[in-house]
């Protein structure tokens, strides 16, 4: 018999997504916004899918409709087949800024998401806590307090966070742009390290090309106002990728000639490369 904690940790079935003629209009003072319009787009179980495009182009507000956090305004969102009607536990977001207790230390954060665990005591969801701060290399770190943790490190701990309920989806929100570049490297090898291990549906979104090729199965493309798909690339090349190698580099250079040749001005072009 397993013990609860085991059982716990065994990695979960990923879910599939499944966007339908997904549209949105943000209705504001200043009146109405089509944000996303017409999206279709299939997520197979343990895939990682970057949305890239301009500031804009409707990327966050794809990832919160997925997240449950945004209704849609026409079309269909489905997970697993199943309508997705608002937040749940088998899906998690990290965004840009970790948003961490800054009152708790980096094992009170990461057990808070334990909190709604029925099926684990206290004792042990501190060990549940425990392996995935081991997972994101900050086990020394389990007491600190979350202003002595660098920007990489309350990253970590987020990412931890967002891992310890055993989610089938992990929707990321430009989780490493704030981050300075060597701190950024190592996490993209965490991260394709732990994707490998836990296999989770990931849904990653960012304005770096190269970020994308460098984690992304696939790549979608979008355009913005209103955001649409624009085109979508596989990525073939071996992981564990390097931001640095040269495959990723020639790819990155591939997609963003594309994208050059659809966006409208020089000042778009230089806010996305
Ligand atoms: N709550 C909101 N109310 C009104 N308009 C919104 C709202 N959220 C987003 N929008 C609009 O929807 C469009 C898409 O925004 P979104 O935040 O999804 O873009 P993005 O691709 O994530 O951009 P960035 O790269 O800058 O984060 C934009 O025109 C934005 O102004
Ligand atoms: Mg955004």
Redesign the pocket.
């Known amino acids: 018999m397993p013990t609860a904690i085991e059982q716990e940790l065994r990695p979960v079935a990923p879910s599939k997504l499944s966007l339908r003629h997904v549209s949105k209009i943000?209705r504001?003072q200043s009146g109405e916004?089509l944000?996303?319009d017409d999206i279709s787009l299939d997520v197979s179980e343990g895939e990682f899918v970057c949305l890239a495009?301009?500031?804009?182009?409707?990327?966050?507000?794809?990832l919160n409709l997925i997240a449950g956090l945004e209704e849609l305004t026409s079309g269909e969102a489905l997970l697993d087949g199943a309508p997705i009607t608002g937040p749940g536990r088998d899906r998690m977001v990290m965004f840009q800024e970790a948003a961490l207790f800054p009152w708790l230390d980096a094992l009170g954060n990461v057990l808070f998401g334990l909190k709604l665990k029925p099926n684990l005591n206290n004792a042990e969801r501190r060990e549940v806590a425990r392996f995935y701060l081991r997972l994101v290399g900050l086990e020394k770190q389990e007491n600190a307090n979350i202003h002595e943790l660098s920007g990489g490190m309350r990253q970590r701990v987020a990412l931890a966070r967002s891992l310890a309920p055993n989610p089938r989806i992990l929707l990321m929100d430009?989780p490493f742009s704030a981050l300075d570049t060597l701190t950024r490297e190592t996490l993209y090898r965490d991260l394709q390290s732990i994707f490998s291990k836990r296999r989770k549906t990931i849904v990653f979104?960012t304005?770096n090309i190269r970020e994308a090729v460098c984690l992304g199965d696939r790549i979608v493309l979008l355009s913005s106002?209103p955001?649409r798909v624009r085109e979508i690339f596989t990525v073939n090349l071996p992981r564990p990728r390097d931001i640095n190698d040269a495959a990723v580099a020639t790819f990155a250079h591939q997609i963003t000639e594309t994208l050059t040749q659809y966006l409208e001005t020089p000042a778009t072009k230089e806010a996305v490369l």
């Open positions: 943000f504001g916004t944000a996303i495009g301009p500031s804009g182009c409707g990327k966050s507000t794809i430009e979104v304005h106002h955001g």
